[in-house]
């Protein structure tokens, strides 16, 4: 039972470049989360995913796009990179059992835009 | 809407002492608050959560958090520091009301460094 796992680990881009951040989570949990961590910011909600087939914006959606692949999996995707997108990047899940209500973290990307 | 303070940056206490660090919130409803840790170079790790009940909790690592209503506030506690704990503790909270997407609402996080 690996839990939240994310790939890549770590990237360099340069600006203007794509790429696609992976999330998959072996826990049956219907809601998937990205995250953005910036010093002296905390945690900041880009997008979620309240179930498979369906995505909403979080507090800061531009610059990105998310896809909801199927229950497992929840891609984050930088169509041309920002220098301001310079970060790390978690994935969360949390499952659907009453009162669970806790959110499950992955090990992060950090990321560099140049 | 829903937010969370935590009013200091850095936490330093002596290994065996107790610690505290400090977190107060807003929300419309009930609260549902959480606090994770994040050691270095590593993902938010859970501690412990209030959803409801005793408003003394208990989570992982012998950490403990009191819910108080009056003051809005959920204080994350040890009787007793570990260098160990050496890390960022984030406070969270969700509005209990919320529907579906379940957002957390984080704060900035205080960094805890128990000095030997």
């Known amino acids: 039972n690996a839990g939240v796992t994310q790939t890549p680990k770590f990237q360099v881009l340069k600006t203007g470049q794509s790429m696609t951040l992976q999330c998959a989570q072996d826990?049956?949990?219907?809601?998937m989360y990205w995250y953005r961590q910036d010093p002296g910011m905390g945690l900041r909600l880009i997008y979620y995913s309240a179930s498979e087939g369906t995505t909403d914006k979080g507090e800061v959606p531009n610059g990105y796009n998310v896809s909801r692949l199927n229950k497992r999996e929840f891609s984050l995707r930088l169509e041309s990179a920002a220098p301001s997108q310079t970060s790390v990047y978690f994935c969360?899940?949390?499952?659907?059992?009453?009162?669970?209500?806790?959110?499950?973290f992955g090990p992060g990307t950090r990321l560099t835009v140049l | 809407a829903q937010s969370v303070a935590q009013p200091e940056d850095q936490v330093n206490v002596a290994e065996g002492n107790p610690l505290t660090v400090k977190c107060t919130y807003s929300v419309s409803g009930n609260p549902y608050l959480f606090w994770y840790v994040q050691y270095p170079n590593r993902g938010l790790q859970f501690l412990l959560k209030y959803i409801t009940g005793d408003n003394l909790v208990k989570g992982s690592y012998g950490f403990e958090a009191e819910f108080n209503e009056s003051q809005t506030s959920f204080h994350l506690k040890k009787p007793s520091a570990l260098v160990s704990d050496s890390a960022l503790y984030f406070c969270?909270?969700?509005?209990?009301?919320?529907?579906?997407?379940?957002?957390?609402?984080f704060g900035k996080g205080t960094k805890l460094s128990v000095i030997p």
């Open positions: 969270a909270v969700r509005d209990a009301a919320g529907a579906g997407s379940y957002q957390l609402t």
């Open positions: 826990m049956n949990h219907n809601s």
């Open positions: 969360a899940s949390r499952g659907l059992a009453k009162h669970t209500d806790t959110q499950y």
